[in-house]
């Protein structure tokens, strides 16, 4: 393979940066309603802080920067929030679902990019170039670049670009990216829970560079590269969340916050593999998963030599032994925690085939041997076939968010209700909170037969009950006397979504999304109208 240089290499990357984002977009989820309490969960605190400007003032953006640090999952992924629906505000564009999927469609973009160079500097440009391609139609990897409630796509890239640059970092002791590198790794800090995993990650970085040929030397060399200049930078982004940490510490409360958040986590020591490895198997694709066991040999063997590829192996281990042995599903619920060990997978698959090439064409005397690069395309179509028909909790649910109907059924609330009212739904708060505009009756995680005793509970005080298809089919016939049905969410000819009101009309309203989801994003996809003044 010829090196790519110049307008080759352009050429290449321009090529996975649109083919990620055409992905992306044309993926069924990137224009849908959002559907779980992450998404929602994520965007109502980023919108959360636009409350500063109902009244401006010095201590008010203090209050509300505060809180924005203070966000359990990570302050950094709610950030880009921020600067997104500002930008799409200024310009006077409504904030609809798409505009708000935006930077993490961006992310996606640039992550295949990120782990060309991340793995060219590590290895070689031809196992980057395969690298980059399998990335961009990894099933985790666009799944996540539609996800504003998840901070992992973001987390990968930030840590393989701060890999990147702490390499060159470490090798020139200290001298060459000393500013880029600690702000990257701080960046890290702030959009992952699960951040200390950078730190051997770094301590093994530093040792495959160090130019020392004795290992004492080059651990004792590792620690003296970190200059006071490094630690200034570092402290200077990541003191918002440490100085949150101390204020919640002082009041008693810990737990509350990023850090309080990540601390308040237990080990539960388990046997877990076989779940992870069926999770792992739905974002990889089956072809990269048969070949896991072959290219983690080859890892130990390389981390043995302590050999730059091994990073990969390193950085599989310390994003998938935890749930493999130590945190069970029942509390972690992984799911696309595993990006970090899908990334660093296929990035090994990538090099055992590229190292297997250049293998047997040394072994046949450089004879022009070219079926192992059939082979790595043929991989390649397996994993986009796997991209439209493997099945993840995220792709599943898309039954459930593609035309649910809540952006007309927040149009008919909003438009016909006022904000006094109580409402009972099946639907997760944070979900209903964005759509609605107000605080609803609701829980999270429920199941039919859960959700059917909280509606026994609570469904008399309701003055709106609004409920998916399947919780109508199963509930319209306990609905309180109270209660009669005003409005029916509909899609053409199949009924979405059932609206009941306490003491309304006899008539029932036949709603179009067609008709009536635009309407909604017009008027109502603004920061103003979609946050919520209670959000934890």
Do not use: C
Request: proline letters at 4%; hydrophobic letters at 50%.
């Amino acid at each position: 393979m010829n090196k790519l240089h110049g307008s080759k290499l352009l050429l290449f990357l321009s090529f996975v940066f649109f083919f990620s984002l055409l992905l992306s977009i044309f993926y069924p989820l990137a224009f849908q309603t959002f559907s779980t309490s992450d998404d929602a969960g994520f965007l109502l605190a980023g919108l959360d802080f636009f409350h500063f400007f109902d009244e401006p003032s010095i201590e008010n953006l203090i209050i509300y920067s505060f809180r924005l640090a203070a966000f359990g999952w990570g302050p950094f992924t709610i950030f880009v929030t921020v600067i997104n629906v500002a930008f799409f505000s200024i310009l006077n564009i409504p904030l609809s679902e798409f505009v708000l999927r935006l930077p993490f469609i961006f992310f996606g973009a640039i992550s295949p990019i990120v782990a060309f160079f991340f793995v060219k500097r590590f290895h070689n440009e031809k196992s980057a170039v395969l690298s980059a391609l399998l990335v961009t139609v990894l099933p985790i990897h666009i799944i996540q670049s539609v996800r504003p409630g998840g901070n992992w796509l973001i987390a990968a890239t930030l840590l393989m670009a701060s890999l990147y640059f702490f390499a060159e970092y470490a090798k020139s002791s200290g001298s060459r990216y000393s500013v880029i590198t600690p702000f990257l790794i701080a960046l890290y800090f702030l959009t992952d829970n699960q951040f200390l995993g950078i730190i051997p990650l770094l301590i093994f970085t530093s040792l495959l560079f160090q130019d020392r040929k004795n290992l004492f030397d080059r651990i004792k060399e590792t620690f003296l590269i970190f200059s006071p200049k490094f630690f200034v930078i570092f402290f200077l982004i990541f003191s918002p969340v440490l100085l949150q940490f101390l204020y919640y510490a002082n009041q008693g409360t810990p737990q509350y916050g990023f850090l309080g958040h990540f601390l308040e986590k237990t080990l539960s020591p388990g046997f877990y593999v076989f779940y992870i490895l069926g999770l792992l198997k739905d974002y990889l694709g089956g072809a990269l998963l048969l070949l896991l066991p072959f290219s983690l040999l080859t890892g130990l063997y390389s981390a043995i030599r302590l050999e730059k590829k091994s990073i990969f192996f390193i950085w599989f281990l310390v994003y998938s032994i935890p749930y493999f042995f130590l945190l069970p599903p029942s509390l972690t619920g992984p799911g696309m925690y595993l990006i970090g060990a899908a990334f660093s997978s296929t990035i090994l698959a990538s090099i055992l085939l590229t190292d297997l090439f250049d293998f047997i064409r040394k072994k046949t005397n450089n004879l022009r041997i070219h079926f192992l690069s059939p082979f790595a395309a043929f991989l390649l179509i397996i994993v986009t076939f796997s991209y439209f028909f493997t099945p993840t909790y995220v792709a599943n649910d898309l039954e459930n968010s593609a035309g649910r109907g809540l952006r007309t059924a927040g149009y008919f609330i909003r438009e016909n209700f006022s904000e006094e009212v109580l409402i009972l739904t099946d639907f997760e708060p944070s979900v209903a909170r964005i759509y609605f505009g107000r605080e609803p009756i609701a829980e999270y995680d429920l199941s039919l037969s859960e959700f059917r005793d909280f509606f026994n509970r609570t469904a008399e005080k309701a003055d709106l009950i609004v409920l998916s298809e399947t919780a109508y089919l199963n509930l319209k016939d306990e609905l309180p006397q109270a209660q009669s049905l005003a409005a029916v969410v509909k899609r053409e000819n199949k009924d979405l979504l059932f609206i009941s009101s306490k003491n309304g009309k006899n008539s029932i309203q036949q709603l179009d999304v067609n008709e009536y989801d635009i309407l909604f994003t017009e008027k109502y996809g603004n920061y103003a109208s979609l946050y919520s003044e209670k959000i934890w």
